[in-house]
């Protein structure tokens, strides 16, 4: 396998993005949505490029010194080969150029590999926000990262 890249998103990256959202989430983000990530001014979105093609993304955002991840998902293809990790750790690289000291983010309970990928990076579990999740409601596990 090459190495993966992680840059920066761009417009034309979005309709490959949105097809990977469509095939990992329930209720996925429209191209819209992620097309305003790649024009928001304190956004972080990102593509993870493999062999050239677009194999995964994340988006996140910051205001002030915080940080949240707003979306991640890699390719069914691909996961369990770094991908993820390596997105995360693009996002917490770039947290420390804008001075970012907490970093939150919500994820399904159910979502176990998530969980894992997050505590692993030193995440804490802070909260739960009761069905935050629709198709199937479920509710979000709220964690923290103290850079």
Same mark, same amino acid.
């Given at each position: 396998?090459? $190495? !993966?890249? &992680?840059?920066?998103?761009?417009?034309?990256? *979005?309709?490959? /993005?949105?097809?990977? $959202?469509?095939?990992? %989430?329930?209720?996925?983000?429209?191209?819209?949505? %992620? %097309? =305003? $990530?790649?024009?928001?001014?304190?956004?972080?979105?990102? *593509?993870? *490029?493999? =062999?050239?093609? &677009? *194999?995964?993304?994340?988006?996140?955002?910051? /205001?002030?010194?915080?940080?949240?991840?707003? =979306?991640?998902?890699?390719? +069914?293809?691909? #996961?369990?080969?770094? &991908?993820?990790?390596?997105?995360?750790?693009? @996002?917490?690289?770039?947290?420390?150029?804008?001075?970012? #000291?907490?970093?939150?983010? $919500?994820? #399904? +309970?159910?979502?176990?590999?998530?969980?894992?990928?997050?505590?692993? %990076?030193?995440?804490? @579990? /802070?909260?739960?926000?009761? =069905?935050?999740? /629709?198709?199937?409601?479920?509710?979000? !596990? &709220?964690?923290?990262?103290?850079?």
């Amino acid at each position: 396998m090459k $190495e !993966i890249l &992680i840059r920066d998103m761009k417009e034309e990256d *979005v309709a490959a /993005v949105a097809r990977i $959202e469509k095939m990992s %989430f329930s209720l996925p983000w429209s191209e819209t949505s %992620f %097309f =305003n $990530e790649t024009h928001k001014p304190r956004a972080l979105p990102k *593509v993870a *490029v493999l =062999n050239g093609s &677009i *194999v995964g993304y994340a988006c996140s955002d910051y /205001v002030g010194d915080e940080c949240h991840i707003l =979306n991640l998902a890699v390719h +069914a293809d691909y #996961r369990k080969q770094g &991908i993820a990790t390596a997105l995360v750790e693009r @996002i917490l690289e770039e947290l420390k150029l804008h001075a970012c #000291r907490f970093l939150y983010l $919500e994820v #399904r +309970a159910s979502n176990y590999a998530a969980k894992k990928l997050y505590q692993g %990076f030193g995440f804490k @579990i /802070v909260g739960t926000r009761k =069905n935050y999740y /629709v198709a199937p409601v479920e509710d979000a !596990i &709220i964690m923290m990262l103290e850079t």
